[in-house]
């Protein structure tokens, strides 16, 4: 028999024998299997003994459920190749692993390439480095035994406040948006990677973290249609193979309930797929989230999802619960074996058209010669040092004068780390630096007067702001005593320079600056941009991508 299926077969192109041997093994999988297929747990690729309770978790789940996929988490660079290789063989059907390489390999698996924050690329205005950023991703990712990138971030940071997207985006301008996106898009999926836009129907205007409650997006239809939705409908047009569903609430279309867009068929089936017509995979946000958890069971939440039309449910906190839930859901005629046809041939295409089915292993001996190549780096440090932007200046003197004594006051909003003690010791090497020091959220009265009075002495004064967004943390804010120091700094004579290694929006809690440098994250590359360019050896050349009127 032969089985058509001509616009799915856009997005994973297969020959005809692949497409019959699909679905052919649709035609004999058991319904629980089929529903396994649909669920992608979580793992943390570090070393664990075989008699651990995490790794038999793991196992299990592979060997008994059967399940889709994995999403990996934290580990190192041979941990993922060989936990990666290990899965696969263990499968009766491959495996898609997954993993969140946003802003490059780095972010989940230590000693890998670290690149620059979505938006630090969109202030570098050279679309091209984007797809090179990709493509650098994607060779990283094929080295992990990773087959799907959940990224690119899609949404337009409209909101100054939004405490989750903010860097991860790359503009609060959806034309700046979705050109970067495909940009991104295509490096991956040019080398076989499946990107994953997110978070439909668009994360920017909410103010409020998914991962510890749902926000509600209160925007109108027609601003939902001409802003948010703007850079997902380009991706589908420009052939995007994988887009995520975030844990929000959008009133405007959903007008009865308040309900996550991940559990609602009116944003999934109707919007999604019957509007704009994407036909390729459909996955969760994560649904251990509390946007998702807090008000739904994790086996409502299972069945929510599948009838809201999503493919793949990322992370339930219980995966036996989730199989379960729509097992029982089929039995009781809830939601029909055609409905879960539908998901689990799309997971089958995109398993054919990766080639899963050759079982190649990643050859360990060949990671070295790819995670963190001197080729990464280098392209790594280009976009950080054509990302740095001149956010404000007031007779800013560049490069620092070799004569001028110089003062370092850190201001964070945690405990200081080895990483925001970057920058100083960057500096450190070039100039002679008369003070040095970290101030956090609890600076105390006497530890200001000490600091003003060494700091008074110097000719300039760099004030590097490391407040960044991280999940569950929520506002990033200046604490009282913090302010306060900036505006006794702000009434010395000497020059000031304040630095954002973090959020750029906090510029507009501080008091009335002169020189203001946004970096778009803490990278240690970006740090060594800053310093380089401080020092004259590059020229700050970055654009505002956003507005911080």
């Known amino acids: 028999m032969k089985f058509d299926t001509p616009l799915l077969n856009e997005l994973f192109p297969l020959s005809q024998e692949d497409i019959n041997s699909v679905e052919s093994l649709l035609s004999v999988l058991p319904i629980r299997e089929k529903i396994s297929q649909m669920v992608f747990p979580h793992v943390t690729a570090v070393f664990k003994n075989k008699d651990d309770e995490e790794y038999k978790r793991v196992i299990r789940l592979e060997k008994e459920k059967k399940v889709g996929g994995f999403a990996f988490f934290k580990g190192t660079v041979f941990d993922y190749s060989i936990l990666s290789n ?184 109707d919007i ?59 039995t009781d005629g809830m939601i029909s074996e055609e409905r879960i046809n539908e998901s689990v041939r799309k997971i089958l295409f995109a398993k054919k058209y990766l080639g899963l089915w050759n079982r190649t292993e990643i050859n360990l001996s060949e990671v070295r010669n790819v995670i963190a190549s001197k080729k990464h780096i280098e392209l790594s440090q280009q976009i950080a040092d054509a990302s740095i932007t001149i956010a404000k200046q007031n007779n800013l003197e560049l490069p620092i004068s070799i004569d001028k004594t110089i003062s370092i006051i850190t201001l964070t909003d945690i405990v200081e780390t080895e990483l925001e003690a970057t920058f100083q010791n960057y500096l450190k090497a070039e100039r002679e630096i008369r003070v040095s020091v970290f101030i956090n959220k609890e600076i105390n009265e006497n530890k200001i007067g000490r600091i003003i009075d060494v700091a008074k002495t110097s000719d300039l004064i760099i004030v590097p702001l490391f407040f960044r967004i991280r999940a569950y943390q929520g506002e990033m804010n200046l604490s009282l005593s913090q302010f306060k120091l900036i505006e006794t700094l702000n009434s010395l004579n000497a020059q000031k320079i304040f630095i954002s290694f973090g959020d750029p929006y906090i510029i507009k809690q501080l008091p009335a600056i002169d020189n203001y440098l946004s970096a778009y994250g803490d990278s240690k590359i970006s740090q060594y941009a800053v310093v380089k360019g401080l020092l004259g050896k590059i020229k700050f050349t970055g654009k505002l991508p956003i507005k911080l009127e």
């Open 272 to 330: 999604l797929k019957a509007e704009l017509g994407f036909n390729g995979l459909i996955i969760t946000d994560a649904l251990n989230m509390f946007g998702a958890t807090n008000d739904y069971s994790v086996a409502e939440a299972a069945r929510l999802s599948v009838q809201a039309g999503v493919d793949i449910l990322l992370m339930p906190p219980d995966c036996d619960i989730a199989i379960d839930s729509l097992v029982n859901a089929v």
């Open 86 to 269: 290990e899965l696969q063989q263990i499968s009766e059907i491959p495996l898609i692993l997954a993993a969140d390489f946003e802003r490059g390999t780095a972010m989940r698996v230590e000693e890998a390439t670290s690149f620059p924050y979505a938006m630090a690329l969109a202030a570098t205005q050279e679309v091209s480095l984007a797809k090179r950023m990709g493509k650098a991703i994607a060779t990283e990712s094929k080295a992990l035994g990773i087959h799907n990138n959940y990224a690119p971030v899609a949404d337009i940071n409209t909101n100054s406040s939004n405490p989750i997207v903010n860097i991860r985006a790359f503009s609060d301008d959806k034309e700046t948006v979705a050109k970067f996106a495909i940009a991104y898009m295509h490096g991956l999926q040019n080398e076989k990677i499946i990107a994953t836009a997110k978070h439909f129907p668009g994360h920017g205007r909410t103010d409020v973290d998914s991962h510890r409650e749902l926000p509600i997006i209160n925007c109108s239809k027609e601003e939902l249609y001409t802003e948010e939705l703007f850079p997902f409908i380009e991706l589908i047009t420009n052939g995007i193979q994988s887009i995520m569903v975030g844990h929000l609430a959008v009133p405007a279309i959903d007008t009865d309930s308040i309900i996550p867009a991940t559990f609602s068929k009116r944003i999934v089936t």
